[in-house]
Each structure stands twice: as C-alpha cells, then as structure tokens.
C-alpha cells in the first residue's frame, strides 16, 4: 500500500512537472511547416489532395518527434510559431487508386521519402490503412530523419496513470466543449511525457482528438483534420499494444464516428466481432451503434438519462438531423440538445446554418457572450496550468470581447520557448481567433443578406480580431456584396498579402460560396479555388452532401451511391437516392423509411415524389405523417398546396392558419402568408388577400413588403402603397419606391434621392450606367437637353438601346435634325455580340426609314410578328418599345401607342417601362393602371400521363427541329 502511494505521488508530481514547463522538461523542439498537395487531372497518375490523407502523413511525423524522442512539436496547420532552427518541411503527393508518397526535407536537404499503398477513401477501411502505414511504414523513416539531425529517442517504461489523473481527464471527456477537450488532450499528453504510452492515455487522447475534431466543424481553417488524424493515429497505436486488440478497434470505432465516417466505424466493429475477443465493452460504445444507426430515439433516451456520457449524446442527437435536410426537426433538435449541454458553442454554430432570420438574431450574437463566459470558466479551471495562467494574469479580463486579441497574441508568443506542453498555449490562442472569426463571419453575413442592412461599420469594429488571421483580406468584404468585381477585388487583396494559407480553408461558406483551399492564392482564379476546394475536402458526412447538392443529377446520384461506403444509414442520401431516381425506388418507399427508421426527411421526399407524379392522395397521406413528426413550412404548406387544388379552399386556408400556431423558426410564417395573399391576388381578390399580406409584412423582409405594396395598388390605396415602398426601399437596396413614383407621378424627387442612394452603391459616380440612369430622370423632370449631355458623355461604346435613349433626349428637346442623325446612326452601328435576331430587324427597319423617310410596311409587319411572337419579355418590351419611338418619330403615332402601352403595362425592364409612360403621357394619354398579378403559388398538379405526353411532344418536337436542319 506504502508503495503504491509513493507512486501514486510521484506520478502526480511528474504530470505537474510537464504542466509547469519547466526547461528542463523539453530542451529541444521541432517545427513543421504547411506543405500545399499538387493537383493534376490528367494522365493516369492524376493527383487528387485530400486534407486529411495530407494530415495523415504530416500528424505522424509530429506523433514520432513528441512520443518517440520526447520533444516539443510546433504545427504551422495550427498556426504554431515554429523554432528557429530545427524545422521540417514535408512534400506530399496523393496519386488516385495508388499510393500516398512524402518527401521531408530540412534546409532543402532531403532526409527521407516513402510511398505507401492505399485504398480511396470511399472504399471502407481506407483511413485505416493509411494510418497503419504512417506508423507502421513511415514511422521508423521519420525516426531516422529525426536521427540524422541529431535528435535522440527517448526510453521510457510505460507506467499506468492514477485513478485520481484518468478521473480528471474523463470528467473533461464527458464535458463536450472545446476548451474541455483542450484541456483533457493537454493533460493526457503531459502523462504521456512522462510514464510513455499506455492504453489508458493513448485511447484516451483519441477520444479526445476525436471530440475536438467535432466541435471544429464550422471553423473557417480547417483545424478538424489536424485533430481528426491525431484522432486516428492515436487509435490506430492501440493495435500496437499488446492485449489491447478490443480497445483498438472500440476507440478506432469511436473515432470514426465523430468525424464522420460511420461505415468505417460499423467496419472496426465487424472486424473486432470476427476476432472474438470477449472483452467488455466501454459504455461510450452504445453511443457509437446509436449514431452509426443514426437512431435518434436511442440518444434522445441516453441524453435524458443520468450518464456520463449524455452531453456526447446530446450532440449526437443533433448529428443525426443536422444533415438530413429536415431543417426545422434539426432546430427543435438543437434546442431540445441544449437543455443537456446549454454552453455549447457546436449547437448554436449548427443552428446558424440551419435557421432563419428569427433565430439568427440569437445565434449570431449570443455566441459571443458565451465564449466570454466559457473562457472565464475554463481559465478558473487552468490554475493549475501554469502555462496558460501566467499568461491569464497579464491581461484585465481575457474573456471579455476587447480583451481576446492581445490574450491570443499573448498566448502564441509564449508557445515559442515556454511552453513545451502538448497542445501548444498557441493552439488554445488559435482556437479563441477561430472562434472570434466565426462568430464575426456569421453575424456579417446576417446582417448583409438576412436583414439587407450594411455591415462594414461592424466588420470594420471587430478589426483587430482578424488582423492576423490568414484570411484577414477576406474579412474586409464581408460585408459587401459578393459580385464577381467585389470577389477579384477580395483574391487581388489576397494575393497582396502572399501565398496565404490556403490548404487549411473549410468548407463553411461564409467568405466564399465554397471557400478555397488546396491551391496558392498567389495563382488561380475563384473558380480554380472553388474547383479545389470541391475535389480536396474530405468525405466526411457535412463535405459530401455539400458535393453533393452541388453535382449535376447523374453525378450526385453516383456520389450517393459511393456514400453507402461512408454512411449508409444516412437519412440525406436516402432522401436524395429517391428523389433523383424515384422510378427505380418507388417501389421500395416502405423499405428506405423503415431503413432511416421513417426519417422526416425521408418521408418529405417520398410526399414530394408521389406530388410530382400525380399521385396527390398519397401525397397527402405522407405530407400528414410529415406534420405529425416536424411541425414544418414545408409540410403545413404543401398539405394545403394539395387541399386547394382539389377545391378545398377553406381547408388549405385553415391548415395555413394551423402552421401560424406553431414557432416560427425563420420566415416561414411571413412565407406562406405571402403565398396566400399571392394567390388570392391571382384569384382577382385583393380585398381578401391584403389581410394575408399584412401578416406577411410583420416580418419587414423585402418580399413581403412587395407584395403589401402592390395589393395596396391594386385596390388603389396609394397613399398607402407609396408609404409601403418607402418603407421598403429605406432598408433594402431597391428602385421600387422609384418605379412607383414615376407610374403614378408622386414625389418623384425623393423618390430619386433614395434611389441615388442605392445606385452609388453599385456604381462609381464616374459609371456610364449611372450617367445614363441619371439622364433618364433629366426625361421625366423635363430636362431633355441635360439628359443627351450626360447620355452622349457615357457613350464609350455606342450600343442601339443608348442611341435610342440619346434620340428620344434629342426628340424631346425639339431637336429633331439631331434626333434623325442619331436614327441613321444606330442603323450603321456594328451588331454587339450578345444581340438577337429582332434588333437585326430594327436596323434594316431604320436603315430603310432613314433613306426613304417612310416606314417599309412589310419589314415593319416581319418586325411586329417577330415582336409578338417571341418568348423573351426583353424582346416584347425593350424592342418593342425602340419600335415605337422610331414610329412615333415619323408620324405613325398609332402604331406607336400600341407598343408604348404594352411596354408600360409591363413589369420587366424599369427603364423602357418608364419611359413608355413618359411618351404615353407627353402624346395626351393615360398611363394604363398596372393590376399586380401573380400566377398561383399552388399550381396545378401534372399527371404521370401528362407529364409523359409532355416528355413525348417534346421529342417529336425536337426530331421535326433535326430533319429540317439536316434538309
């Protein structure tokens, strides 16, 4: 017992020692760089990068240098300040179906290169391999390298850690939040450092690496594979141990799991089950089947229980509906995982994803007061890291929201030479930053495109918090509208800075619709970035059904195939197998909603199927189990999309009212009241729909206040309908308000201002679009002169729509030898590239006018036809309305009038519109009254049998086209 205790003492003691240190712990340390995967798509030995085969390769190296030979590592993928001196820079090439290959390399000197064999990624236990093979095979390479630079291995006979130290880490473990797992990591590698690899530490910091991986997954870095490898490796190690068979594939199963990869996690199992090893199975395992089963009940029951492990199943929980694209069962998940786990930041990061505007509002500004008060927490909990509080105590309160930039700059500083423990102080500043510039992307994004309001002023605030990170030039156009010109600026902004880095980008979206990464940012276009991004992130569940809704049909339905082999359990790619091949699967709906356990949005798609085919009673009988289960926009809408059509009109409108009852987790309520009031403006009744309108326009979104506006003018309430415009147009960047006041000739001039607002957003004052704009308005207030100065002084390039607007200047300032000159010289202008066969006609049209001074009846009557006949809106109104100036012209005012009113009556091209009002007045008419029509927002069910004489007509249609090309 004496002895024990002796032992129990010391080990405490030495696990406090590495927790200090102190110099003599650790005298040396090694660095390694980020390396970038070549690409190549062509010839049979194409590359493809994979971040995590590359961390794979890259962690192994930093497991050998730390676990081997006892020293410090320094990671430039966690942003880790290097050593001066020894650091390492490793090449690696991952050529497709063959073998993943390093070279590692110091001072441009080649110390070790090997190539191992590997299966891909959608093929199972390929993960599990390739870490194999970085111990087994890369392993003793990278120790002979280490040995080469004069580094020795360490011997150090395993000693088993104390009750008292695995029962800290473990009450770490079961706190899921990343500062827990920080710290159980940090714990577990500081015992490793002393007593060497036991089962007990090594499985533990694979759990630990594992539940860090999770809870990076929204990062803007892609910090997750760093700890999804580690995760690995340290699992994989656990073969290595004698007797430890069970526990190997136990942890590699847990690891799988957390990443994302559950068919590799059900495979370990099936593998150790194949082994009969008759150990006992850790209760975390239940957890594990659970998820890879995707059995939301089963966690459900755990989280609500009394174990130790209910917050990992609270997150859980959540996984399993996070993806499935049932968003609001995912949002009532979250909250109901919240109760069991409040603090967590993962959740509310998952939430953001999903929610709309409502919720938003709480899950882009409570994420920074949470972090205050976790960092506050944990930092009390860290006293006995003297690493960590030493740099605590030279910082007022390092928590707070001002106080986080020089606490991490602090942090990263002290990793250099006084902190030798594993994860580095600098990793624990890294993760803050990460933090700090998720929620700052977040709560930008939701300003821009939620709420339409300008967000630099917030971007701008929040500077310091970004001013290092290696997306800091993308932080700067957050806040603007991500048109291709704002986008080159923003990778021109990136370039400056250097070869960013880039390999380590996620996937989450906030600063481009699929951020880059894999490619340098000195060379490359967006879409090359874009395309990187898309064949290098990994085939973890939220990367694949990211690719997945972005593939064309054929091949996202091969992808859904190849995911059987990464999770085939999941609700996602059921749902997505039956809607893109429901003619093969029709016939087994019963069998995929048993399989996903009758998952919500498997059952939404099933009611969709069968609504699209013409089938709508069953449709109905899914949409109404649907409601049963998520209390949804997409089933309450759907259910009374289908009660209308079969002539139930108060049923639909009483099932729309039912919807209203429930919380309203976005806009759905304003939503499918602004289909209703649409609908019933379709219906001729807006006396009947301005009261759906105005629930609609509660939620102040700029559609529903649109749809108020013209319900207004439709029952000709203008004074109400102007004060609605204004409204809109004060918070969101439109020219309806303008539109308005030019139709019905109110308050033109603050209807311009306003206007002007929103044009000098988009447009320098030097534009040629803005000077022509503003020409335009010199038009309706009377000053036509002005306007050909300003038209004639943006006319670079002439284009046949300018010389029209400069003719009508010209006709309206009683210049009519200028007017005609101008006529003749559109005729002569040379076609522009994207111009179609109508406006070839105009020109033959004005060439022959403009030498006869008459109107050549039979190109006029081909013009007319072609005018009439065309399927574009564009050519309906934007040529038509240039036909009827040049008939106004020379005298043919009637023939004029008839292409002036169908322009006006228009909604499409704002200008033309307003200028066919302009000449309809100025030739003593009336401006006709626009009635704002919408089609039904519940449109007509299509028969299997009409869709398919459809499909026919169709093809015959198209055969006809061929043989009359060929003759």
């Given at each position: 017992?004496?002895?024990?205790?002796?032992?129990?003492?010391?080990?405490?003691?030495?696990?406090?020692?590495?927790?200090?240190?102190?110099?003599?712990?650790?005298?040396?340390?090694?660095?390694?760089?980020?390396?970038?995967?070549?690409?190549?798509t062509e010839g049979e030995d194409w590359y493809l990068p994979s971040v995590f085969y590359r961390e794979l390769v890259r962690q192994g190296f930093l497991k050998v240098a730390r676990d081997d030979f006892g020293l410090a590592t320094r990671d430039a993928a966690l942003r880790e300040p290097l050593p001066a001196g020894d650091t390492f820079d490793m090449d690696i090439v991952n050529i497709q179906k063959k073998l993943l290959s390093f070279s590692l390399k110091q001072n441009d000197k080649l110390l070790q290169e090997a190539e191992a064999e590997y299966r891909i990624l959608h093929d199972r236990s390929a993960a599990a391999s390739i870490a194999a093979s970085v111990l087994n095979e890369f392993g003793p390479k990278y120790a002979q390298a280490l040995e080469d630079t004069g580094h020795k291995k360490r011997t150090v006979e395993p000693k088993e850690p104390t009750a008292e130290a695995l029962a800290k880490i473990d009450a770490l473990l079961n706190h899921i939040e990343i500062f827990a797992q920080y710290r159980a990591v940090?714990?577990?590698?500081?015992?490793?450092?002393?007593?060497?690899?036991?089962?007990?530490?090594?499985?533990?910091?694979?759990?630990?690496?594992?539940?860090?991986s999770q809870l990076c997954t929204f990062y803007l870095t892609e910090m997750r594979m760093c700890y999804a490898a580690r995760a690995l490796l340290y699992a994989t190690e656990l073969h290595k141990m004698p007797k430890e068979k069970a526990t190997a594939y136990w942890n590699q199963a847990?690891?799988?799991?957390?990443?994302?990869?559950?068919?590799?996690?059900?495979?370990?199992?099936?593998?150790?089950e194949k082994e009969n090893v008759g150990a006992k199975r850790p209760d975390w395992m239940q957890l594990v089947d659970a998820m890879n089963a995707y059995d939301f009940k089963t966690l459900h029951d755990l989280a609500d229980s009394e174990s130790d492990h209910r917050q990992l199943a609270a997150l859980l929980m959540f996984r399993t509906a996070e993806f499935s694209g049932a968003g609001t069962l995912a949002i009532e998940t979250a909250k109901n995982a919240m109760q069991y786990m409040p603090t967590s930041l993962r959740i509310l990061h998952g939430m953001d994803r999903l929610a709309g505007v409502g919720y938003r509002h709480s899950t882009t500004a409570y994420p920074d007061q949470l972090l205050h008060h976790l960092l506050s927490g944990h930092l009390e909990q860290l006293k006995d890291d003297p690493a960590?509080?030493?740099v605590a105590s030279k910082v007022d309160n390092p928590g707070a929201l001002d106080d986080r930039p020089k606490f991490v700059a602090l942090l990263r500083d002290h990793s250099v030479d006084k902190d030798e423990t594993e994860p580095s102080t600098a990793v624990f500043g890294t993760i803050i930053e990460e933090l700090d510039v998720l929620h700052l992307a977040q709560r930008a994004e939701f300003f821009r495109r939620s709420l339409g309001v300008p967000a630099e002023e917030f971007v701008q605030s929040r500077k310091e918090?970004?001013?290092?990170?290696?997306?800091?030039?993308?932080?700067?156009?957050?806040?603007?509208?991500?048109?291709?010109?704002?986008?080159?600026?923003?990778?021109?902004?990136?370039?400056?800075?250097?070869?960013?880095?880039?390999?380590?980008?996620?996937?989450?979206?906030?600063?481009?619709?699929?951020?880059?990464?894999?490619?340098?940012?000195?060379?490359?276009?967006?879409?090359?970035l874009s395309n990187a991004a898309y064949t290098s992130s990994p085939a973890f569940e939220p990367d694949y059904c990211i690719k997945i809704r972005s593939a064309s049909p054929e091949y996202a339905l091969q992808m859904l195939h190849w995911m059987s082999d990464i999770n085939p359990n999941s609700p996602f790619r059921a749902a997505e197998i039956l809607r893109l091949d429901w003619e093969k699967e029709k016939d087994n709906v019963e069998k995929w909603l048993q399989r996903t356990k009758r998952h919500p949005s498997v059952i939404a798609t099933v009611a969709g199927r069968y609504d699209y085919y013409g089938d709508p009673a069953s449709s109905e009988k899914y949409w109404r189990e649907y409601i049963t289960a998520v209390p949804s926009h997409t089933g309450y809408s759907n259910l009374a999309r289908l009660q209308y059509l079969r002539g139930d009109k108060q049923a639909a409108l009483d099932t729309v009212r039912q919807f209203l009852q429930q919380e309203d987790h976005g806009l759905y309520h304003a939503s499918i009241s602004n289909a209703v009031a649409q609908t019933l403006m379709a219906e001729g009744d807006p006396g009947a729909a301005l009261e759906w309108a105005k629930e609609s326009a509660n939620s102040y979104s700029g559609w529903s206040l649109d749809t108020l506006a013209q319900c207004y003018v439709n029952l000709e309430m203008f004074d109400e309908a102007h004060e609605t415009y204004q409204a809109l147009d004060e918070r969101y960047t439109s020219q309806k308000l303008y539109f308005f006041a030019v139709r019905h000739e109110r308050d033109l001039q603050d209807a311009w201002e306003l206007r002007k607002v929103h044009l000098l957003r988009q447009f320098d004052k030097k534009d040629p679009t803005l000077r022509v704009l503003a020409a335009l308005h010199q038009i309706y207030t009377g000053n036509p002169a002005r306007a050909a100065k300003l038209i004639e002084g943006a006319m670079l390039e002439e284009t046949y729509i300018d010389a029209i607007y400069l003719a009508l200047a010209m006709d309206e300032a009683g210049d009519t030898e200028k007017r005609d000159e101008t006529i003749q010289r559109i005729a002569d202008l040379k076609p522009q590239k994207d111009e179609g066969d109508l406006v070839a006609e105009i020109r033959e049209l004005l060439a022959s006018t403009s030498k006869?001074?008459?109107?050549?009846?039979?190109?006029?009557?081909?013009?007319?036809?072609?005018?009439?006949?065309?399927?574009?809106?564009?050519d309906k109104i934007v040529v038509g309305f240039c036909v009827a100036f040049v008939l106004e012209s020379i005298g043919e005012t009637e023939l004029a009038r008839k292409y002036y009113v169908r322009s006006?009556?228009?909604?499409?091209?704002l200008n033309t519109v307003l200028l066919s009002c302009h000449r309809l007045r100025r030739m003593g008419d009336d401006v006709p009254r626009i009635k704002f029509s919408y089609p039904s927002r519940f449109k007509p069910i299509v028969t299997a049998q009409e869709k398919a004489a459809a499909e026919q007509k169709a093809k015959e249609n198209a055969n006809e086209n061929e043989e009359t090309e060929s003759e």
């Open positions: 017992m004496l002895k024990q205790m002796k032992l129990s003492l010391l080990t405490t003691i030495s696990v406090l020692a590495a927790l200090t240190s102190g110099p003599t712990l650790r005298a040396e340390s090694v660095g390694l760089t980020m390396c970038e995967m070549p690409s190549r940090r714990l577990c590698h500081a015992e490793l450092a002393v007593n060497g690899q036991t089962s007990a530490i090594v499985s533990r910091l694979a759990r630990g690496y594992a539940n860090m847990y690891v799988f799991t957390l990443i994302g990869l559950t068919k590799d996690s059900m495979w370990q199992l099936e593998m150790l960590i509080s030493d918090h970004y001013k290092n990170h290696p997306l800091a030039a993308c932080f700067d156009f957050l806040a603007i509208s991500p048109t291709p010109a704002n986008r080159d600026k923003m990778m021109n902004a990136l370039k400056d800075t250097g070869n960013v880095d880039v390999n380590f980008v996620g996937t989450r979206k906030y600063i481009f619709q699929v951020i880059p990464k894999q490619l340098p940012m000195k060379s490359g276009t967006v879409a090359d006869n001074s008459r109107v050549d009846k039979t190109r006029l009557a081909k013009l007319m036809k072609g005018i009439d006949e065309s399927e574009y809106e564009a006006a009556e228009s909604e499409y091209e």
